[in-house]
Structure formats: structure tokens, C-alpha cells
């Protein structure tokens, strides 16, 4: 099995696999934009940055409203129009109907909305769905089979708890909503990863929210993993090498394998000065979950956080996010799927 990993990585991971697309026009980036696939075009819309200024300059953070299309690989992204209003940090899902759009914040507020973003004679239309049970921004999701599975979070900007919530939507019934779910056998978590490989949902990592000595929120940085398998419920997962929080999601599945790529260590968040951070882990872990085994990190040519990955012809596409804290990029990767 280790040989079959090894080469998985060898696929997955080569610097050479990856290539370039036209970066989004803006020439910061964003970290957590919506992204998806909507009439067979790749889609961007919303996402935060700091435009003006740095974080440790006393920049803000704004959130941002833009819808970005590719019609194809080979293509310049076009301005496609805008979201209802601001988001970002919520959770698209590719849908045949279009792109659907979950939770989410703005500079304010976390949002319970749901909504469709889908084309009509070329013209952006946008359809109303079930609100989740609660706000939620800071969490991770996917579509598996008929059902669209939700996990982690956070549900107001100042919550000093991250949400411990598994909801599910079923696709064949939405008009019922959102359903709650049991949740996995760990601690709430906000900005974790997610996988699906067909038939089961994949919770990594993540951060937990508390109180300190002095009053202040802190995260504690997970390496838990569990596997919610529909028929059974959770099962926990052997321990991570290392935290990968607001990595690349949904993580890739291919071959039998899931690839967590990059995220957040924790290791260097207090570090100074931070203009100088060197980045997030380029690393990735991989997981058999036929072996129930962890193989070994392996080199990965990128640094990047709060970054989601979508499935478009035939290639995996990373967009966009954070290289290191306080610092995003409009670089978007395609890696074609063996």
C-alpha cells in the first residue's frame, strides 16, 4: 500500500503535474471565495483581502462582492457580475442546476443563507435555498452522491466556541432543509478539511476556539481525523502528522487516495516580524482509508490556506487563498487527474 501512495504522490504532488491558469483579475487574491462550477464554466465569486494595507499595517480586511468566470483552461477570466452582497469563508458546492452558495461572513456577520448562483441565457440568476439551522461562516463542506454534507465553523465573528454541527442537505428533497446530523466524536472546530470518496465524508483537523488567562480567544490546532459513512456513523481516524487547518478543500480523492495539501501547522503564528513569515507547510499529507493508514508527508510545491479546490474537466483546480497570513494570491493551479 505504501508503494501505491508513493506513487499517487508522485502524480499528485510533482511541481511538473501543476500548471498555471490565467491568474483572477485582482491583483491581490482572496482567501475563501466561493468557487465551483456553474453550465461547465469554473466560477469565483466573493472572497476577503486586504487591499490598502497589511494586517500588522493596520489594514482592513474587506469583503467582496465580484463573480469571476473561465469559459475554458486556456481562457481569460471575465467579470461575470456580483453576489447579492460581500462574502466569503463559506461553502460552494458544484450543482447541474449551478453553484450553490452556503453560509458564509461579512465584515459584520455570519450568515445562515443558502443560495444558487446559475446562468440564464448567459444572465447570472440567483435562487433562494433552505437556510442552515444556524450562522455559519469558517467551515468546510462537500456534495457526495445526492446529499451535500456540512461540518465545522464558527457562527458569529466573536464566538468564543467553534461550532460541534453536522447538517446535510439531501438534493431530492431540498424543500425539507437542512438536517442535523450527529457529530463527529471530537471537539468543535472551525476552518477544517473535508473529502468525499463517493460514499463518505472525511473530517480533518481544524482549530478549536477558547478562553485564555488573559481573556483572550485562542485556537488549539487539531490533528483528529474521522469518517462519517452514512450506514454506520462516525468512526474516529488515526492521528494526522500535523494540523492542516483552512488547507486545500474538498481534498482530493483519486485512486483510492485522499491528499490533504498545505494549510496551517500553528507552528508559526506567533511569528515576528510578520511581514517575513516564510509560509504554511509545503507539505502533504496522504491517507488510504482502505488501509486505514497515513502514509509519509511528502514535499508540495505550494503554500496556501483558506483555499478551495474544484473539480472541472477532467483537473483539479486550487484558487486563489492565502500564501502565508495576511497575504493572498490570484495564482490559480490546474493539475489533470490521471
Not at 491517507?287 to 502514509?295: A, F, I, Q, R, V
Request: hydrophobic share 40%.
Amino acid at each position: 500500500m505504501l508503494t501505491l501512495l508513493a506513487s499517487m504522490a508522485c502524480l499528485v504532488l510533482q511541481q511538473e503535474g501543476w500548471e498555471k491558469l490565467a491568474p483572477l483579475p485582482d491583483k491581490e487574491g482572496f482567501a475563501s471565495p466561493f468557487a465551483g462550477v456553474m453550465d461547465g464554466k469554473l466560477v469565483v465569486a466573493g472572497g476577503a483581502n486586504f487591499p490598502d494595507k497589511k494586517p500588522w499595517e493596520g489594514g482592513i480586511k474587506v469583503w467582496h462582492d465580484s463573480i469571476f468566470m473561465l469559459d475554458n483552461p486556456g481562457a481569460d477570466w471575465k467579470n461575470a457580475g456580483k453576489l447579492p452582497k460581500p462574502l466569503a469563508y463559506g461553502v460552494g458546492v458544484s450543482l447541474k442546476e449551478g453553484m450553490l452558495c452556503i453560509g458564509g461572513s461579512d465584515s459584520k456577520k455570519h450568515y445562515a443563507d443558502c443560495f444558487l448562483v446559475a446562468l440564464d441565457n448567459n444572465h447570472l440568476k440567483f435562487k433562494a435555498y433552505p437556510s442552515l439551522p444556524k450562522p455559519c461562516a469558517n467551515m468546510c463542506g462537500a456534495k457526495i452522491g445526492d446529499m451535500v454534507y456540512l461540518a465545522g465553523g464558527t457562527e458569529a465573528p466573536d464566538s468564543l466556541k467553534a461550532l460541534h454541527n453536522f447538517w446535510c442537505l439531501n438534493l431530492n428533497d431540498v424543500k425539507a432543509g437542512w438536517k442535523v446530523l450527529e457529530p463527529w466524536p471530537g471537539l468543535g472546530r472551525m476552518l477544517p478539511v473535508c473529502a468525499g470518496d463517493g460514499e463518505n465524508f472525511y473530517l480533518f483537523s481544524g482549530a478549536a476556539l477558547s478562553l485564555n488567562a488573559t481573556g483572550k480567544i485562542e485556537r488549539t490546532y487539531l490533528s483528529d481525523a474521522f469518517v462519517f459513512k452514512p450506514k454506520v456513523g462516525w468512526k474516529k481516524l488515526p492521528i494526522m502528522s500535523r494540523p492542516c487547518v483552512a488547507a486545500a478543500s474538498p481534498a482530493i480523492f483519486s485512486k483510492g487516495v485522499i491528499q490533504l495539501l498545505s494549510g496551517d501547522d500553528g507552528k508559526l503564528v506567533n511569528f515576528e516580524p510578520k511581514q517575513k513569515h516564510p509560509g504554511f507547510p509545503n507539505s502533504a499529507m496522504q491517507y488510504d482509508p482502505e488501509s486505514n493508514s497515513w502514509g509519509k508527508d511528502l514535499p508540495f510545491h505550494l503554500s496556501r490556506a483558506t483555499v478551495p479546490l474544484v473539480s472541472w474537466k477532467g483537473s483539479i483546480i486550487l484558487i486563489s487563498g492565502e500564501i502565508s497570513p495576511g497575504i493572498r494570491t490570484p495564482e490559480i493551479w490546474s493539475m489533470r487527474l490521471p
